[in-house]
């Protein structure tokens, strides 16, 4: 009978205890499989965890492996970084994600550093076969110092530079772009792009042509911001010859009233005309109410599905320009250059010509609208019909790039710069991700406010249950 | 269950119990949410609730300790054996009617974000993301709280062994970080979970034939994995200590990320301290 009784209990005891380790491992397997499934859902409002669409029309397009390391202390990386890390892991089979610790693998790490550099932790290493790019933990976010030199961080940036490295290591292209100087222009850090055009993975150089006498033939794109001393006839010719071979200029003009007529004749070789003048808009769903609707500041229209305006047009961007001048075709004109407006002003604007004249209406020497503030040229070839030639881009609007005042810089603005970088350098694909902004508006709140609710929640709400309490606790007492 | 669950939760708003894990839980928030966001116009409030979650670690002693050790202490627990419902239903209903419990406390700091609201622009979404990890990281603790509650007939005993217990959860993943890394680590470590099972099911069973089972299951189960690919036992403590921990899976829910394999764990995490909490019940039947 005893010898039963332990039976019985040894057999429940088992498999209650064999039950309970199946029950532990099924679930182990149940969660490791839905681990396996990369689902969750972004519940930010501005996106901060979801890939933008350039992002992943790269990653589709993907045909080489690409290997990611993180640089981190296995338990100790940055959850934020990460997230958006394993985003691109889990959105293309070519992407691999490992994270390093940098102490246990100084090897690995130390190959793609720098000489003499060593790579921080928290920072991120793309590579793919031959080529590879490190992202700096600081690069990760924008960040912004105080006069106290306190730093502050303002957004994220992680996506803009990861998706930039893997544009870069799988095509090995960093387009090179010579920017014009001798002439008074803008620098690219006076117009705060200098950052911007990095980050598209273009490489930047100066150029003085007076010194080099022509342009290098490694220039992807030379660029001239806002010149206010005309081109020598030299210099000219230089730049014709350049974009006779297939060359790509960017060029932003502003009104200065001085005399630029090797400019000029340099764009006229290619049909081009910059008309002196200020364009004035009265549409006033094109005006800005913030600048007392001042018909010399406006947002243009874009031109229909072109390469330089689509990603305005898709995110909802408004470019702003002010004091713009006119774009036009030649009269004369060979007929393999393609003409194409950029940005318009609407069918109620005008360019005023005579900068005297202060009238706010069209008045008879006022060329009517629409015109053309910003246009692009491409040089098709005859026989196929390809646009393989020289490539130019007229901004007749150059101050329209800088911070306005009350604006800032207009976000718009410096993606039309890119987009006209990249369709100048033939890298239509080129990455553009603007920042994700970190950063919360404060609770704007008075005093008396913020101690009527310091009472509701301090007092108020503790003390309703403390009553309540009592009350059933007495009634109950007292029954 | 649904007797035992409104019959729970009645008792928790007709003895003090319910009243205290609310109005100690609804203070300390109330202070924190002034102090955090109100006074200092932080409009952040995610960050908020995953704060809470600390304040919230020391109340559910409170509220779990009793819900069975009591039952214990007065010999009612030979009723609920000799009740016409299965076991895990009546483990069940008192889940739940604790999780109802802390779900209306959790309601009423709804009225925080609310307040908020009026003063600043809110990620809507992304808080009530937030509560719902908080919601399911509590009911975890909950879980937790409910099995060690059946384990004695002290509801002090109950309470410091569940404080205990969530601390270290919480710490958990931070442990991790110090733990070894080297394969022979890892190994030693996976020999060593294969020797509690075993002794696991020697102390059940009290029997050397079926506490080998695990050893021979856990051994070879290793040397499979030895062989085939070693680095796997690279970290292997860090590694696992992560992976149980509950807190590391809550870390997405503030960032605004709500992310299924979480949710999945925490569910499974409830239930099967649940289904720890009806064995140690049955046990008793034929024990």
Known sequence: MMQFK???????????????????????????????????????RKKLFSLTDQTISLMENLDQDVMIYFLAKPGQEPVDILEVLEQYAGSSSRINLDIVDPDRNPTLVSQYADDGESITNGSVIVVSGDYSRVIDRLDLYSISY?????????????????????AYVTSGR????????????????????????????????????????????????????????????????????????????????????????HMDALLERFN?????????????????????????????RLAEENPVTDSLKENSLDAFVFTAMAVQETATKKRNLKFTPLLNSSESSWLRRDLSN????????????????????????????????????????????????????????????????????????SINIPSKSLFRLPVQINALQAWIYAAICVLLIPLLIIITATVILYRRKHL | MLAVFRKELLTYFTTSVGYIFMGVFLLISGILFTTGNIFSMNSDYASFLSGLIMIFLLVVPLLTMKIF?????????????????????????????A???????LLVTGLYPLLLSFHTKMDTAQILGTYIGFFLLGSSFISMGIYISSLTDSQAGAAILTFCLLIITWIIDFIGGFMPVSILAGVLFAFLLTALAAFWMFRATQNISAAALPVLTGVIIIAIIYLINKELYINLIGKTLSWFSLTNRFSSFPMGILKLDAIIYYLSFSGFFLFLTTQKIEKQRWS
Do not use: C
């Open chain 1, 6 to 44: 332990l039976n019985f209990k040894t057999r429940h005891a088992g498999m209650a205890a064999l039950t309970t380790i199946v029950v532990l491992a099924g679930l182990i397997l149940f969660n490791l499989l839905f681990q396996s499934i990369p689902a969750q859902w972004d519940m930010t």
């Open chain 1, 146 to 166: 105080s006069q106290q030199g306190q730093p502050q961080v303002l957004g994220m940036t992680a996506e803009q530079r990861i998706t930039s490295a893997l």
């Open chain 1, 174 to 261: 960093e387009p090179l772009i010579y920017i014009l100087e001798g002439h008074n222009e803008f620098t690219l850090d006076e117009l705060n792009l200098q950052d911007v055009v990095i980050k598209a993975n273009f490489s930047v150089r100066t150029l003085n042509l007076l010194k080099m006498g022509t342009v290098p033939e490694d220039a992807d794109v030379v660029v001239i911001l806002s010149p206010e001393r005309d081109l020598t006839e030299n210099e000219s010719a230089s730049l014709g010859n350049y974009l006779e071979n297939g060359g790509a200029l960017f060029i932003s003009r502003d009104l200065t009233g001085g005399d630029m007529r």
């Open chain 1, 272 to 300: 081009l005309m910059v008309v002196p003048g200020v364009v004035m808009e009265k549409d006033t769903n094109r005006l800005l109410p913030g600048m007392g609707n001042n018909p010399l500041f406006f947002s243009p």
């Open chain 1, 358 to 429: 202060s009238s706010e209406f069209r008045t008879a020497g006022d060329l009517p609208g629409p015109i053309a503030v910003a246009t692009s040229l491409a040089e098709t070839n005859r026989e196929t019909g390809k646009e393989d030639g020289a490539r130019i881009i007229v901004l007749a609007s150059g101050q329209s790039l800088s911070a306005l005042p009350g604006l800032g810089q207009i976000k718009a603005n410096i993606e039309f710069f890119i987009n006209s970088l990249n369709w100048l350098s033939d890298l239509e694909e």
């Open chain 2, 69 to 97: 050790s009591e039952e214990m202490k007065q010999k009612t627990d030979q009723l609920l054996m000799t009740a016409p419902q299965p076991t895990l239903m009546i483990v069940a209903g008192k889940f739940l009617a």
């Open chain 2, 99 to 105: 999780v109802t419990l802390f779900f209306l406390t």
